[in-house]
Structures are given as C-alpha cells and as structure tokens.
C-alpha cells in the first residue's frame, strides 16, 4: 500500500470538503427564493390604528403575536408595534420574546399559555408577566421567584368562559381555596385577571363573560385586591370585534391585526401573500396524467407552468386538483398532486406566460384574489393553521 499516495489524497479530501462546508448559503431574496411570504408594513399599520380607535383610548391593546406573530415574522413587525404605542405584546415562547426585546420593543410582555418553571427562569431577562391558573405551578414560580430575589408579575387565569385549559375552575370549592392560596405566595404580584373563549359566537361570549364578571369580582373582594391596580382581560378579536362590553380593561386581538377578521370587518386589510415563480413551462398531450397517481388526466392538448413549492413548504397535499393560483391576475387551477416540492398548473389559455413569472398561491395579484375563504374550504382548516407554517418554513420579506 502506498502510505503516502493514499495520506496525501486523504488530506486532499479533507480540504475539499472543508472549502465547502464552510461556503456561506446565499441570503434569501425575493428573487431567487423558490417561495417566499411579502408581508406589508402599511397594512399592518393601518390594522394597528383601527383596533386602538375601535377601543378608544380607555382600553388597553395587547397585540398577540405567538407563534412569530402568525408566521408574519415579529422581529419585522415589533417597530410597527413600537411607534404605534402598543402598551403590550402576547408570546408563549421564549425566542418570541427574546425576538422582541432585541427588536428594540421596550413595552410590557405577557406570555399567553401556561409555561413550565424551566421556561420562566429562562425567561427572566426579558421580563414577562407569566400566566398563572394552578396552584402547584405557582408555588414552584414563587421559589424560584425568590431564588432569584424577584417580584414576578402575572396574570391570574380564570376558566369562567369554559375553555379548560389555562385556568382556574372556581365553580369547585377546591378551586376557590387554590385561587386564594396562589394570591397569597411571596414573590408573586398579579396585574390582571383574564379568560378566554372558546367559541366565536356572541350568545357564548356574552355567557362567558357574565361568568367572568361574578368569579373575578369574588377573587378581588375574597382576596383584598385593589381593582384600580389589576387589568381585567377576555376579549380576543372576535370578541373585540362584535362583543363590545368584553373589551373592560385591555383586548387580545390576534388574527385581526393580520387582516384575518369576521366578515363584517372589512376595514382590516390582509397583511400577507404567499409566492412563488413559474420554473419552467412544458406541453404535454391529451390523454396524458399529471404527477403521483393519475389523478388529472388532460382533455386537451396543454401548457403545464412547473411551480418550485409544494407541502414541505406548507402548501398542502388537500389543495391537489382543487387549488388555484394567480398568475398575471388570472386564476390557474392545480393539475395533479401537489407534490413535496412542485406543482403543476394549467396555463394553456395565458399564451404569454414565461419563466420566472410571479405566481400567488395566497393574496392578491391585481385584481384578483386567492382568498382565505376558499382555501379554508378546501383544507378543512382555519386560516392561520396554513400560515404559521408558511412562515416558519419560507423567507419572509417586509413590503414597505
């Protein structure tokens, strides 16, 4: 055996595969991202300023933005949050809130669900208001609360509206003692007393409320508080939208800071667009099936545009022969399988369609629209399911 043939190629080797681990990945753009989301600042603006002059200045906006803000992205849109005065942020997890702080947000944060105590001493840098319905989870943030030498701030959750999840059940004697133990551990101050609803109809909401009302009255007068000191909070959007007395002390509008709102709401505008581009565009023949399993079989002579995203990218395997995208403001069914990273679409009467062109799978192309209705009832989903994957899995870019 040659030692030193067999070495010096070995080293060789190393060096190549060295040079291209270390080769940097291109930074994603608009233009050579196979898909991608554009999200626009002035909707979300605008969406900002509706909700605070719907709620009129006595009543508090705390803009949830779990799940990075939807999918839309919360590093790009806490500036917007910042110069529109929004007094607080909802996240659940740590990253959002690190996300937020180091976007410059210097307002209050309130963590949406139930956190372990891991998640809350990791969390102490950022200074969140916790969320509290159970008295075992509380006494354990009480001790680490006071490990640290802390007073840490939280949110009393109530499961008055019926959601059985997050909070307190004070319709048991066992949960009336719990609440008035939790209110009673050192190192712990509430700021507020909250629920929320499980059903977007105004009959349960107004049920949830009227609970919500009687069992965080007794909490404050059985637990000494002083009212003037505590946010009450139940409205989410739907409830903000159409419940106007579920608004009390602060709202938690979510989806209708995206432009994802009740019907009767048009004065928010949809703030996303899912995108991507023609790759290539072949002919195929009558007769011919498109992609796994047969399912299309072409009547016609056709044009087929190849669209680089498929479920990977969160566009679902559901929106197979069902689905259709814009293209030059037209709409273009989906022929076969949505496969794991392609498309095909039916472009036989758009003559001057060419590679590279734009393609909405979500939004709008001029005046045209691929809306949340329709792709809502051919998923079985709600809208927001789609797009916070869109956007954990595709470059997001800010629209100005």
């Not at 009129?56 to 910042?82: E, F, R, W």
């Not at 048991?172 to 109809?201: C, Q, S, W, Y």
């Not at 009450?232 to 007395?245: C, G, I, Q, Y």
């Not at 209708?256 to 790759?279: C, I």
Request: charge should be neutral; proline fraction near 4%.
């Amino acid at each position: 055996m040659n030692f030193k043939r067999t070495a010096s190629g070995f080293l060789a080797l190393l060096l190549l595969t060295a040079c291209h681990t270390t080769t940097p990945l291109p930074t994603p753009t608009a233009q050579n991202a196979h898909a991608w989301l554009e999200i626009s600042q002035p909707a979300f603006e605008h969406n900002l300023a509706e909700m605070k002059k719907l709620v009129g200045p006595n009543t508090q906006v705390c803009a949830v933005m779990k799940a990075d803000a939807y999918g839309h992205g919360i590093a790009m849109l806490i500036p917007a949050i910042s110069r529109a005065a929004i007094p607080y942020v909802g996240v659940t997890s740590n990253e959002e809130a690190a996300k937020a702080r180091a976007a410059g947000y210097k307002g209050k944060l309130m963590r949406l669900r139930t956190a372990t105590p891991a998640e809350i001493e990791a969390a102490l840098p950022y200074d969140i208001e916790e969320l509290l319905g159970s008295l075992t989870l509380a006494e354990d943030v009480s001790v680490l609360a006071h490990r640290h030498h802390i007073i840490l701030r939280y949110h009393l959750a109530l499961n008055s509206a019926g959601m059985s999840r997050n909070g307190i059940e004070l319709k048991a004697d066992a949960g009336k003692a719990d609440a008035l133990a939790l209110l009673r551990l050192p190192n712990l101050r509430i700021v507020g007393i909250m629920t929320h609803f499980p059903v977007e109809e105004v009959a349960d909401v107004r049920a949830g409320l009227a609970a919500f009302n009687t069992e965080s009255a007794w909490v404050i007068h059985e637990g000494h508080l002083d009212r003037s000191k505590l946010l009450l909070h139940t409205a989410n959007s739907f409830a903000t939208l159409e419940v106007p007395e579920a608004r009390l002390d602060l709202v938690r509008p979510g989806g209708a800071l995206y432009g994802d709102t009740v019907p009767s709401h048009t004065e928010y505008q949809r703030v996303l667009s899912f995108k991507s581009r023609v790759a290539a565009i072949n002919a195929y023949p009558k007769g011919n099936t498109i992609c796994y399993d047969r399912t299309f079989t072409l009547t016609r002579d056709s044009r087929l545009a190849n669209i680089p995203v498929g479920y990977s990218d969160g566009y679902r395997r559901v929106f197979s022969n069902k689905a259709n995208v814009l293209i030059h403001g037209h709409r273009c069914p989906i022929v076969g399988r949505v496969t794991m990273n392609t498309v095909m679409v039916d472009v036989t009467d758009l003559a001057d369609v060419q590679k590279g062109d734009e393609v909405v799978l979500f939004g709008k192309q001029g005046a045209a629209e691929i809306t949340q209705t329709e792709l809502e009832d051919i998923s079985g989903t709600i809208l927001v399911e789609l797009y916070a994957v869109w956007g954990r899995v595709n470059p997001t870019f800010l629209v100005k």
